[in-house]
């Protein structure tokens, strides 16, 4: 087929709308779950967690409050810019200069009945709407006057309608005796057939019929009679708040010229009885709200209806993004009133969000317990403790001082990890990662491998060890009301994450036990203390939770005994033997004693010991500085931000009776094959 046969082919574009954008950036639920999980463990629900989440956004969207604030920037804007009194002022004109016309000409006539006419001009009103009443049966000597007067009628004729009808103003500009003919008998239809779907006598025929007939009219093109009554509903409702918001001057003059509408009452007449049927058919319409117009840009009855009604859309969005009503979403915010008011970029960060709530919800993060509540599921939790190990990485690798031990021979375990073979190095070589290295430098030199491959030093890889002596580890987190009441309760709750998912990722051997203390102590699982509520409870019962690990090394008696200590408070209660809590403040003898006693159990237990001192009272600090000393164990007193590093650092250390004996941080925490799964 010769190309001048071929036939020719046309690419047409348009928006796309068949969804969600498929070129749209994948939603990051890391960062969600990072926002989610802070939130939790400040004693947030999940379920407003993400709430909050989409209140404030993400790092590359905006959020709902964002998208509410400028919904009520332009709401305050309007009002601002806009004053109600723009036909007022068109009538006011066309009038001023419908009388000067006619002055003129009267100057120009001689005669008597010249002279009683310029009486009659002189003595009008000086109210626009009387003096246009006045004026109806006036024997107009100007053509020039008697033509602009007729504009006043034929302008709040108009007006009227547009207030009803959208576009009736230009549509009607210029028209016919014949045209609004057509008009009065749309009216009359309309009215016959709201009048019947009030009681219920309507038919599926009529409205075809009706809108067979009139449907020009109608450029929402409504495909049912409740669709028409919505549209018609909305706009007759914004009308009358239109109404509602004029002055008590503005709305009687307003009336006033209503009845000169194209010099007849009769429209005015056809349109009350179509807003009454709109009233009683749809009474939740806000027929009786107000808004205060300040600018000084005057609207006209119909651009001023259509002002409402975008008011009212305004109103509108604001209710869907606050999401404040029980059981709200992302789904019920209305994507095309957003892109009428703020446009198409407010769309897109709409629907990035309600792509990021809708990702939430269906990625197994979020998981109801038994009592129908919300609650992180272990897979958030695991995806929380990979990001909270992040930042613990971080830290130690930046931290200064810290010595690499690497270990080698029988009683090593391969860690996972592999470095650059350094002199003096014993480790087995990685075979694999030392050829790929080969092959690769080789490659990138330009020269062949087929022949084979001669190593260099410089591609040799050893594989890591470590001592792989096995821990019992007991966290003990104080959880009194000043933790949470001094910003201490989600670092907290970070710490004992970040240590959680350490011990379960990469030292499975070790157990952990982590126990929260105050008025008295137990043991928890992670899940648990991530969702703990702060409640005052006086009272910070140490004893209580050194004999709960003292029990857990005992249950676990050929592991080397780790014990790490959070708290901000000396013990100020105690467990009596009955089983019941003894509290005194400031400290009792006995409370201390026992709580010294306890921690001696531990030291004889063999338990690397450090104190974690949050906070500066003097009296905590000369507490756990004795008990640090008396055990043979440190203190520590990070910043809130430094905690989980702290705490993690101690771990690695303690499980070892000292040394970090597991290569660098970097290596342990950011190893191959570590962040997968």
């Known amino acids: 087929m010769s190309p001048a046969s071929r036939p020719s082919r046309r690419s047409s574009y348009a928006r796309y709308d068949g969804g969600p954008d498929p070129l749209a950036p994948p939603v990051d639920l890391r960062e969600a779950l990072d926002a ?10 999940p379920e407003r967690a993400m709430r909050e989440l989409l209140r404030q956004g993400t790092r590359d969207r905006s959020g709902l409050d964002d998208l509410a604030r400028r919904v009520a920037e332009k709401r305050r804007e309007m009002l601002q810019r806009h004053g109600l009194d723009g036909t007022m002022e068109q009538v006011r004109k066309l009038l001023d200069e419908a009388v000067l016309a006619e002055r003129k000409q009267l100057a120009r006539d001689l005669d008597d009945d010249a002279r009683f006419a310029e009486m009659r001009i002189e003595g009008l009103p000086p109210t626009p709407a009387a003096a246009v009443t006045e004026l109806s049966d006036y024997p107009w000597r100007s053509s020039e006057g008697r033509s602009t007067y007729e504009q ?13 009808f959208a576009g009736m103003k ?61 549209a018609l509903a909305q706009r007759s409702a914004a009308a009358q708040r239109m109404l509602n918001s004029m002055s008590p001057e503005q709305r009687e003059e307003l009336m006033q010229l209503s009845q000169q509408a194209f010099g007849s009452p009769a429209l005015m007449e056809q349109l009350s009885r179509i807003d009454g049927l709109l009233q009683g058919l749809r009474p939740g319409e806000d027929w009786g709200g107000s808004e205060r117009f300040e600018g000084e840009q005057g609207l006209g009855l119909g651009d001023g209806t259509g002002v409402l009604q975008d008011l009212a859309e305004l109103d509108a ?21 957003l892109a009428r008011q703020l446009g198409d970029d407010a769309v897109v960060d709409a629907r990035s969000l309600a792509d990021l709530e ?17 609650r992180l599921s272990p897979k958030a ?3 929380l403790g990979r990001s909270l190990l992040r930042d613990v990485a971080g830290r130690l690798s930046s931290r200064g001082g810290q010595r690499d031990v ?49 190593l260099d030093i410089r591609d040799v890889e050893v594989t890591e060890t470590e001592a792989r002596t096995r821990a019992a580890v007991a966290l003990l987190v104080d959880t009194s009301f000043s933790m949470a009441m001094d910003g201490r309760w989600v670092p907290m709750k970070r710490t004992a994450l970040a240590l959680h998912q350490l011990i379960s990722t990469r ?32 009272g910070t019962n140490l004893h209580h939770a050194l004999l709960l690990a003292n029990r857990h090394f005992r249950a676990h008696p050929n592991e080397q005994p780790v014990l790490l200590v959070v708290t901000d408070g000396e013990p100020t209660s105690h467990l009596e033997p009955g089983g019941s809590v003894f509290f005194d403040y400031p400290p009792h003898p006995r409370t201390l004693a026992l709580a010294v006693r306890e921690l001696d159990t531990a030291a004889r237990l063999g338990a690397q010991t450090t104190f974690f001192r949050l906070g500066e009272d003097p009296g905590l600090a000369r507490f756990v500085d004795s008990m640090a000393r008396r055990a043979g164990g440190r203190v520590v007193a990070p910043e809130l931000g430094d905690l989980g590093a702290a705490v993690v650092g101690s771990y690695l250390g303690g499980r070892t009776g000292g040394q970090a004996a597991f290569g660098s941080y970097r290596d342990l925490f950011g190893g191959r094959g570590f962040w997968a799964g």
């Not at 006043?152 to 009803?164: A, V, W």
């Not at 809708?358 to 919300?374: C, H, I």
């Not at 982590?514 to 509520?533: G, H, K, N, P």
Request: proline share 2%; no cysteine; hydrophobic share 35%.
């Open 317 to 337: 969005l604001a209710e869907q993004l606050a999401q404040s009503h029980p059981g709200a979403r992302m789904d019920d915010v209305d994507l095309d009133a």
């Open 406 to 454: 690497r270990q080698a021979g029988a009683a090593g375990e391969q860690s996972g990890a592999t470095r650059a073979w350094q002199f003096g190095d014993t480790e087995p070589w990685d075979t694999t990662r030392t050829m790929t290295n080969a092959i690769t430098r080789v490659a990138s030199e330009g020269r062949p491998t087929t022949g084979g491959v001669r």
């Open 152 to 164: 006043i009628k034929d302008l709040l004729g108009r007006e009227l309608l547009d207030q009803r």
């Open 507 to 538: 030292f499975r051997g070790d157990h952990l036990q982590l126990v929260s203390f105050a008025r008295y102590a137990q043991t928890m699982d992670i899940e648990t203390l991530t969702a703990l509520d702060a409640e005052w409870d006086k």
């Open 36 to 45: 989610i999980g802070e939130d939790v463990m400040a004693g947030y629900s």
């Open 170 to 230: 230009q549509a009607l500009e210029g028209a016919t005796d014949e045209d609004r003919a057509a008009v009065e008998e749309m009216m009359r239809d309309l009215g016959d057939l709201l009048e019947a779907h009030a009681r219920g006598e309507d038919t599926e025929q009529q409205f075809r019929d009706f809108m067979d007939k009139h449907g020009d009219f109608f450029p929402e093109q409504p495909e049912t009679v409740e669709e028409l009554v919505d």
């Open 381 to 383: 939790m695991r995806e």
């Open 358 to 374: 809708k990702a939430l919800r269906d990625s197994g993060m979020l998981t109801r317990s038994a009592d129908g509540s919300l």
